[in-house]
């Protein structure tokens, strides 16, 4: 059976599968493959676990109105909206590096130092090498795939939380 058919339940749950499934990859690339993420992928890695909760919670609930249905999905829209905001600034970058790039300090001693937001306003003004490409795959970085991914999850959850599904007055 398609999954555009099946239940809010599964679909959601799928949309869970998928992200653990690129939060697993990720640590594989960084284990195994040995390339360190800049702070810009330690954000995406944050968006798709923001995302992948978001994901399993609306799944586990599996409201049986339609409206809240679509608050889950605009919630897991809303997560991957910031996803897309960190992939797609980490894209930029990489197509367009800066003139003399610096790795900078870590994740760990922006955030003690500045807060959270302090860290993401300077991660998203890129003084971090973020422009070395690593790893491709069919001629896209991995910030170019999980700009994909956000977008296509995206896109997943509001269509399982606006899709029209029919109710039957007899139960079996």
Same mark, same amino acid.
């Given at each position: /059976? ?22 697993? %990859?990720?640590?594989?690339?960084? =284990?195994?493959?040995? +390339? ?11 968006? =798709? ?9 609306? $799944? ?6 339609? $409206? ?9 829209? +809303? #997560?991957?909206?910031?996803? /897309? ?10 197509? %367009?590096?800066?003139? /003399? ?7 760990? =001693? ?15 003004? #890129? ?24 977008? $296509?999850? #995206?896109?997943?959850?509001? %269509? #399982?939380? =606006? ?10």
């Amino acid at each position: /059976m398609s999954p555009f058919r099946w239940s809010f339940r599964s679909q959601f749950l799928l949309g869970f599968v998928a992200c653990a499934a690129l939060l697993g %990859y990720a640590l594989y690339v960084q =284990f195994q493959l040995q +390339i360190q993420p800049c702070p810009f992928c330690i954000f995406q890695r944050i968006a =798709f676990a923001a995302l992948g909760l978001v994901f399993l919670v609306g $799944g586990l609930h599996s409201p049986r109105g339609a $409206g809240a249905r679509r608050w889950w999905s605009l919630l897991a829209f +809303i #997560a991957a909206a910031v996803g /897309m905001g960190y992939a797609g600034r980490h894209s930029w970058v990489q197509l %367009y590096p800066p003139e /003399m790039p610096n790795c900078g300090p870590g994740l760990n =001693f922006m955030v003690e130092s500045q807060s959270w937001l302090g860290a993401a306003r300077q991660v998203l003004m #890129a003084n971090g090498d973020c422009s070395a490409i690593d790893w491709k795959f069919l001629g896209l970085s991995m910030p170019m795939w999980c700009l994909l991914w956000f977008i $296509g999850l #995206a896109l997943w959850a509001l %269509y #399982a939380g =606006f899709k029209r599904r029919q109710t039957h007055l007899f139960r079996r």
